[in-house]
């Protein structure tokens, strides 16, 4: 498949994602310790998140601008007194979020985003593993994996494997709570 773009606002009904595909990534991508994580210690390390705006859904096409089944969460986040960085969040069809892409930003060239991320990817990485460790899908491998990117100081992927491990995390959760309730009559 060639590289995917992302473009504006879908343009034609047919070329709206799924909104329970839609609503299952933004689950995950809106939780507060998410986005601390994702702008504070990896895409603006040091900033002081102040706010976020959901900024829309974009398709996603491939190079010959033809819409892909893939779709992007844009979001605008806004740190310290000024600064601001707009993130698209990469999502397949079933809304499982598989990336990210800084799509503009404004600040200083020493806070562009990703600047500071290498020397804060072990902390990350030691975050992301103590996250891991509650998700039962997670193996040795990929525990290796996680090494290894730390080892590489490859921020962008570590964080784009945070995502699926935290959005893993947060759906094994709701579904125990779902059987919880079911078995016990609690909470419904």
Not at 167 to 179: H, I, L, N, P, S
Request: aromatic letters at 8%; hydrophobic letters at 45%; one cysteine or more.
């Amino acid at each position: 498949m060639a590289a995917l773009v992302v473009v504006a606002t879908a343009r034609a009904a047919w070329a709206q994602p799924d909104p329970i595909a839609v609503a299952r990534a933004r689950r995950v991508v809106e939780k507060r310790q998410v986005v601390k994580d994702v702008v504070e210690e990896v895409v603006q390390v040091g900033a002081s998140f102040t706010r976020k705006s959901f900024r829309g859904v974009r398709v996603l096409e491939d190079g010959e601008r033809q819409p892909t089944s893939y779709f992007a969460l844009d979001y605008r986040y806004r740190w310290n007194a000024d600064g601001w960085t707009d993130v698209a969040y990469i999502c397949d069809e079933t809304g499982v979020v598989t990336g990210l892409q800084v799509l503009d930003w404004r600040a200083d060239d020493s806070e562009a985003p990703f600047a500071n991320a290498p020397a804060n990817v072990a902390v990350f990485g030691a975050a992301l593993l103590k996250l891991a460790a509650i998700d039962r899908t997670f193996t040795p491998d990929d525990k290796a994996v996680v090494v290894e990117l730390v080892t590489a100081h490859d921020a962008q992927k570590l964080l784009t494997l945070y995502l699926t491990v935290a959005q893993r995390v947060e759906e094994a959760g709701r579904a125990d709570r779902t059987v919880f309730a079911a078995v016990t009559g609690h909470g419904q």
